[in-house]
């Protein structure tokens, strides 16, 4: 069954510093998406960037960037420059084939950024 | 308008209430999805719609009800909930099957704040 882990409950990152947040991933398929997502204090879910299966170079998408490495099955998001509306849960994601209807979650990883 | 929107954004039921959620999302997608997320728990997957047929129910209780019209429109009838019913309700939609791929990420909405007394 697919499952994503998120080891990570609780970060803290000095404004201006770079973070890494992990993410690792189980699939038994060759084609896959991974996402992240951002979920401030208000609720709503913000997609921040998208990894797939066959994708040669690591995502980027401003101050974010994936790491990714296939054979470890890990998806980690890096974000430079942090500020303090950073601080929020932060979500890995992932679509295969065999949910290919849906996107499942890990438990997410809680970004506090410290002035 | 734009995006996913969902109402009411607040509720305060009891448990005898019957009340629904609504989902509304403008982006042209054909899959819908209920999440539901919990203090100090991982998102749930509830219910998914593809093509405006139902593709997953994960064990979710009867007292949950969804419906969806059509591709646009995606409801959550509520009935008899108990107290550990409250959470954040999460609506999302997504391209998915004929016209979607791997990369098509969900669009969420801003979440109904569910509160059951």
């Known amino acids: 069954a697919q499952k994503i882990t998120q080891t990570q409950p609780g970060m803290f990152v000095q404004e201006k510093e770079a973070v890494t947040l992990d993410c690792t991933y189980d699939t038994s398929d060759q084609s896959y998406g991974l996402f992240w997502y951002k979920q401030p204090s208000s609720g709503e879910m913000i997609f921040l960037i998208y990894?797939?299966?066959?994708?040669?170079q690591n995502a980027t998408e401003g101050r974010y960037s994936l790491n990714f490495q296939k054979a470890r099955k890990s998806a980690n998001l890096v974000i430079s420059a942090s500020q303090l509306g950073d601080s929020a849960m932060y979500f890995c994601a992932m679509r295969d084939w065999t949910s290919y209807d849906k996107v499942i979650f890990g438990p997410g990883t809680s970004l506090s950024v410290i002035p | 308008e734009t995006g996913v929107t969902q109402t009411p954004r607040h509720l305060v039921m009891g448990m005898t209430n019957k009340k629904s959620l609504k989902c509304e999302q403008h982006l042209g997608h054909n899959a819908m999805y209920w999440y539901k997320q919990s203090a100090k728990k991982p998102l749930e997957l509830m219910f998914v719609y593809s093509l405006e047929e139902r593709v997953e129910n994960n064990s979710v209780p009867s007292r949950f009800s969804p419906e969806c019209p059509n591709s646009s429109h995606l409801f959550l009838h509520l009935h008899t909930l108990q107290p550990e019913d409250s959470a954040l309700y999460l609506c999302?939609?997504?391209?998915?099957?004929?016209?979607?791929?791997?990369?098509?990420?969900?669009?969420f909405g801003q979440g109904t704040r569910l509160t059951v007394v």
């Open positions: 990894q797939g299966s066959y994708d040669e």
């Open positions: 999302a939609s997504s391209q998915s099957g004929v016209g979607g791929g791997m990369n098509t990420e969900a669009f």
